[in-house]
């Protein structure tokens, strides 16, 4: 039962970043071919990471179609005249949000079942999470987020590590997982309404 709520988080987590990738995209004027281009990749391009980092071939990302189905049929959707997403004031922010607490917890999740080690779990956690959308960033010719000064890598790791800790301890797999993604997209979500940065070096 658990193992179909993790599913089904990682394609709502896919949907957001297609989303988060194709209004990007869109921004920066690309034809339609470069928006479903970008969308995909922002979606499951730190899955696919994370896979290959965990030695498992083919990664999801590539060999289950749904992954593809669902990244495409977002960037559709950003492409319709008049769409909801085209009216919506930051969508890229927003879905980006809500991808990034979505992959943390999945992809801590994959690495845990797979690694059996907190420290690979969470480290992958927070690469699944911010992979898509630092190689959307660099396709766009944007300087990635992660390098900023903004709380999207920390807030990823509230979300893998919270995961992680839950899993070891035997917590309610559902409740864990909501939990994780829940407090790095509100995380991620306060950061941006009151400007929240990192300090200098």
């Known amino acids: 039962m658990s193992h179909g709520w993790f599913v089904l988080v990682d394609l709502l987590g896919t949907f957001a970043f297609a989303l988060s990738g194709a209004s990007a995209s869109i921004e920066r004027r690309l034809d339609w071919f470069g928006v479903a281009v970008v969308a995909y990749v922002t979606a499951c391009g730190g899955g696919i990471l994370r896979d290959l980092a965990l030695g498992l071939h083919p990664p ?25 997403v085209q009216r919506m004031r930051h969508p890229v922010l927003l879905f980006d949000a809500i991808g990034l607490g979505f992959f943390a917890v999945t992809g801590a999740h994959r690495a845990m079942d797979a690694s059996h080690n907190v420290e690979v779990a969470i480290a992958l956690g927070v690469a699944t999470a911010v992979g898509g959308g630092v190689l959307r960033d660099v396709l766009l010719n944007r300087v990635p987020v992660i390098l900023q000064r903004e709380i999207y890598a920390l807030a990823a790791l509230l979300g893998a590590g919270i995961q992680v800790f839950g899993q070891v301890h035997g917590w309610n797999p559902v409740f864990t997982l909501w939990l994780g993604a829940g407090s790095c997209a509100l995380m991620r979500f306060l950061a941006m309404r009151w400007h929240w940065r990192l300090p200098y070096a």
């Open 60 to 84: 999801l990302g590539i060999s289950q179609w749904r992954y593809v189905v669902v990244a495409l049929g977002a960037a559709a959707l950003s492409l319709w005249p008049h769409s909801v």
